[in-house]
């Protein structure tokens, strides 16, 4: 509307026009202020301010001139024959976490409630789902949703339903979106190690608007399908993430390994981004695994590990275990690890499992994240080196919540005891088998993990007479990562056994 040739002595400094209609007297009124442009002044009247009532608007003008004077110059009357047609839009995030939907110029007489209803065009309409908005005034409503609640990229269609007192649904209008899939990522395979048959994923470059929660790496070796599938948890270092993939995992067969990308991101979104294969013929396997790992669990199995070694009497500990065919797991400490190399060289090359307890058996529970890892990286770089290249994925530490976030980030798991000997304390063969075998409930039992200390002779003796004790009591011994497998379906990286 324009108002113009306003005649004052004075220089005008404000023009008010109040609008109404004519149906149910001035319940409807609106004070609109005018805006100067040239020698005229305009404003723009919006039947959303006036319920969407049809019929006659009374138009007033009042001017204030800069006196201080106000009086009413004008006045006149329009027809309104068709309200504003109703607007369904949306608008996305940068994030593309959430989607804004709002639908306008609802007529108040036309619905009680507004639903939308939304789905993703992937897979039909089996994310679909119902949001009830909320009304911000003016015949407007506004919902924001979150992608989250879908999972899903591409194509969504909105649709708005007006449901009226009595129940009925009425669609008013319809419109889409779109959001962006993950993509864009390189996979590929590097710090391979042929004689122990590992190697790493690597994913990088990839490309979301939202942020990567997750990336998985299924992996299977070529020989019988997919029996042998295992999905690997990658961890984030810098801008890639990496996954570390043991042919031990995969019963040592030989030949292809495939090994799947799968990023999720903020969004719920999960995506195949890649895949890479490489040739898997490890030389130096883990006898265990080799003959035994996909076979039944047997009946009764144990773990017996030894902590802070190597030590003067591990080298026996090792012939006495080649005597017997035992395997076990060793806590070594890295300092030790590059003080007796050959010792930790024959423990790989023997078939034992070796982890990581910490490089020179600090307090890692008064240390920050950056010292724990610090030292842990240290630790596990010095047995990485003398065993000829065996990747480390268990340790056990003194943990708290820092040292478990630590690991999960290295991809480590954490391995205590469900049997304390307390051999370091007793210094005696007896009372060492006293706990293991007479300690009421805390006995032995099947699934039990032993601690022992490989660093004192009493220990070692003591060790030899529990093994034949728990072979001739139907016992299989096996390492811990064997008992995870089977008792815990694998160790994920900052995850806590017992």
Known sequence: ?????????????????????????????????????????????????????????????????????????????????????????????????????????VRASDAKTIMF??????????????????????????????????????????????????????????????????????????????????????????????????????????VNGQDDIKWYTAVKSGNAWYATIEAYNHGYDTGTYISHAYVTDARGIQAVVGAASTNVNATIKRPYIASDFHKTRPKKIVAITFDDG???YTERLLNELKVRGAKVTFFVLGSKAERYPGLIRRMASEGHEIGNHSYNHATLTK??????????????????????????????????????????????????????TRDWESRNETAILNKTFNNGQYSVKDGSIILLHDIYGTSVNASLKMIDRLIAEGYTLVMVSELLYWDANGATAGGVYR
């Not at 209609?21 to 919006?46: C, F, H, P, R, T």
């Open 1 to 105: 509307m324009k108002v113009s040739n306003i005649s004052t002595p004075a220089s005008l400094t404000r023009v008010m026009v109040p609008v109404w209609s004519a149906v149910n007297g001035q319940d409807d009124l609106v004070w609109y202020e005018a805006a100067k442009s040239g020698n005229a002044w305009y404003i723009s009247v919006d039947s959303m301010n006036h319920k969407f009532n049809t019929g006659i608007y009374h138009i007033h003008v009042y001017a204030t001139d800069s006196r201080g004077i106000t009086n009413i110059v004008s006045g006149t009357t329009t027809t309104v024959k068709q309200t504003v047609e109703e607007v369904l839009g949306t608008k996305v995030n940068s994030t593309q976490t959430q989607v804004t939907i709002a639908l306008k110029n």
């Open 117 to 222: 209803a939304v789905w993703g065009e992937k897979n039909g309409q089996n994310d679909l789902k119902w949001y009830t908005a909320n009304h911000v005034g003016n015949g407007n409503y506004t919902l924001t949703m979150n992608i989250s609640n879908h999972k899903e990229a591409g194509t969504y269609h909105v649709h708005a339903y007006k449901k009226n007192a009595a129940g009925t649904m009425k669609i008013s209008a319809a419109t889409q979106f779109s959001i962006s899939n993950i993509g864009g990522a390189i996979v590929e395979i590097v710090e391979k190690n042929e004689a122990y048959g590992t190697y790493k994923v690597k994913v990088s470059n990839i490309s979301s608007p939202a942020a990567i929660t997750q990336v998985l790496i299924p992996t299977w070796s070529a």
């Open 310 to 312: 190597p030590g003067a």
């Open 367 to 420: 240390m920050s994240a950056q010292e724990v890892a610090a030292d842990m990286k240290r630790a596990s770089t010095a047995i990485y080196n003398a065993s000829g290249g065996v990747p480390v994925t268990l340790m056990r530490p003194h943990y708290n919540k820092t040292v478990q976030n630590v690991c999960k980030e290295n991809n480590w798991s954490i391995v205590l005891w469900s049997l304390d």
